[in-house]
Nanobody, 125 residues
Framework: VQLQASGGGLVQAGGSHRLSCAAS????????MGWFRQAPGKEREFVAA????????RFAGSVRGRFTISRDNGVNTVYLQMNSLKPEDTAVYYC???????????????????WGQGTLVTVSS
């Protein structure tokens, strides 16, 4: 499976932005797509995840209510819609995928098998 993340850029605080992650190769309906981020000098952290089979979604507490995740079946793409952005959302965002993750593991980076390249989101104050 290959993942292509895109959509990073510079956004003003309070604004919105959307990231995309396109999957190609052997992606299937059993896959979970996750988003993680890493800010300068910080550990990588979970942001959101979406399970294709039952549309289950999970969000980190720091983004819940501000970020949403959706899919486009036709192009095997998952989107991360980011609203009410804050300077602390500034990070390199990564998408990742794995098959058959149970809900409890959707937020665990080590559970993901394939990773895309990161895309930088900078939120200016």
């Amino acid at each position: 499976v290959q993942l292509q993340a895109s959509g990073g850029g510079l956004v003003q605080a309070g604004g919105s932005h959307r990231l995309s992650c396109a999957a190609s190769g052997r992606a299937s309906s059993s896959y979970v797509m996750g988003w993680f981020r890493q800010a300068p000098g910080k550990e990588r952290e979970f942001v959101a995840a979406y399970r294709w089979s039952d549309r289950a979604a999970r969000f980190a507490g720091s983004v819940r209510g501000r970020f949403t995740i959706s899919r486009d079946n036709g192009v095997n793409t998952v989107y991360l819609q980011m609203n009410s952005l804050k300077p602390e959302d500034t990070a390199v965002y990564y998408c990742a995928t794995a098959a058959n993750l149970i809900t409890g593991r959707m937020s665990q980076a080590e559970a993901y098998t394939y990773w895309g390249q990161g895309t930088l989101v900078t939120v200016s104050s």
